[in-house]
C-alpha cells in the first residue's frame, strides 16, 4: 500500500532532454519508476534514454494511453504552462521540480486546477517516493528504506535528513512527499498528513516544517480533531530574523505566529510530538511504535 504513487505508475517527463530532466530520469529509472516517455517540443520521433520523445503531453497521451504522473523539469517561465497542460490532458498527479515561478503564474495555476481531477505537488519541491516502488523528481532513493513511516516536509534536505533517522531507528518509509517552499504551492502539509491517516500501512507520520505560512498550524488543527496516528514534528527557522526570506520563497516570518516557536506551541497543544532537533526523529518514533 502507499499513497499517490507506485511501481505500476506510468509517469511521463516534460522537460525530458534538458540537463536536468535527463539526470533526474536516468535516476528514475535506476530505482524502477515506470518512465513511458517525456516532453521536449520540437523532437517528437527522437528516442532519450530509449524512451519516446513527443511534442506536448496530448499527443504522448494520445501514442502511450492514460498516464497517471507527469512530472516537470521545463524553466520557471514555461513551468506554469506545463502544468495546466498536464492537467488538461487528465494526468491524476503533477509533480513540479521546477523553481522560481512567478507568484502571478502560480495564481493563474491554483485557479486553473479548480474542479479539475489533477493533484499537484510542488514547485519547488523534491517530489515524492514510495519506498521500493517508484520516485518521481530529486530523491535519493538509496537512502530509503520501505517501511511504516510517511513522511511530509516543506524542505528536500530535511525529507533526506527525516528518512535517515527513521532508518537508523531501525524503521522505513512508506510514502515521502517534499511539498515545496514557494508561497503558494499545490498539495498542502494537512492534505499529505490526511493521505497517511488514511493509509493502511503508515502507522506514524513524520511532519517537517519551517518559519512563514499558515501550513502547519491548519496541519495542526486538523490533527487535533481527525488524527489517530501519532505524529512527530520538527520546525526549521527558530534562529532567522524576522523579515527576511531563508531559503524558500515562502519561508519569511511576518508575524508572531509564523515563528518557529509559535508553530512548535501549535504543533504540540495540537498533540504532535515535536522534536528541537532532526537528530530526535528516529529516536521519538522508536518510543511511539515500540
Excluded at 487528465?90 to 515561478?101: M, P
Excluded at 520563497?249 to 504543533?267: P, Q, Y
Aim: charged share 20%.
Amino acid at each position: 500500500m502507499s499513497i499517490l504513487l507506485h511501481k505500476e505508475s506510468k509517469v511521463l517527463v516534460q522537460g525530458f532532454t534538458g540537463k536536468e530532466g535527463t539526470f533526474h530520469s536516468e535516476q528514475m529509472l535506476e530505482y524502477g519508476t515506470n518512465l513511458v516517455g517525456g516532453v521536449t517540443p520540437g523532437k517528437y520521433g527522437e528516442k532519450h534514454l530509449g524512451l519516446p520523445v513527443f511534442n506536448s503531453v496530448s499527443q504522448a497521451v494520445k501514442e502511450v494511453g492514460k498516464i497517471d504522473v507527469s512530472v516537470i523539469f521545463v524553466p520557471p517561465a514555461f513551468a506554469a504552462d506545463a502544468i495546466m497542460e498536464a492537467a488538461s490532458e487528465g494526468i491524476e498527479l503533477v509533480v513540479c521540480i521546477s523553481e522560481g515561478i512567478p507568484v502571478s503564474d502560480m495564481v493563474q495555476v491554483k485557479a486553473f486546477l479548480q474542479g479539475k481531477n489533477t493533484r499537484l505537488i510542488g514547485p519547488n519541491c523534491p517530489g515524492i517516493i514510495t519506498a521500493g516502488e517508484s520516485k518521481v523528481g530529486i530523491m535519493p532513493g538509496i537512502i530509503f528504506k520501505p517501511g511504516e513511516v510517511g513522511i511530509v516536509s516543506k524542505s528536500g534536505t530535511l525529507t533526506y535528513e527525516a528518512t535517515d533517522q527513521v532508518v537508523k531507528a531501525g524503521y522505513g518509509v512508506s510514502t515521502a512527499i517534499g511539498v515545496g517552499g514557494d508561497s503558494i504551492i499545490g498539495t498542502s502539509i494537512k492534505d499529505a498528513v490526511e493521505l497517511f491517516e488514511n493509509d493502511p500501512k503508515t502507522k506514524c507520520i513524520v511532519l517537517i516544517g519551517e518559519i512563514g505560512g499558515q501550513l502547519e498550524i491548519d496541519a495542526a488543527k486538523w490533527i487535533q480533531k481527525n488524527a489517530t496516528k501519532p505524529v512527530v514534528g520538527f520546525i526549521a527557522g527558530k534562529t532567522a530574523p524576522k523579515g527576511r526570506t531563508m531559503g524558500h520563497a515562502g519561508a519569511i516570518v511576518g508575524g508572531e505566529e509564523d515563528t518557529a516557536e509559535a508553530k512548535m506551541k501549535a504543533l504540540a497543544e495540537c498533540g504532535v510530538h515535536v522534536v528541537d532537533s532532526p537528530s530526535e526523529i528516529g529516536d521519538t518514533i522508536a518510543k511511539l511504535l515500540g
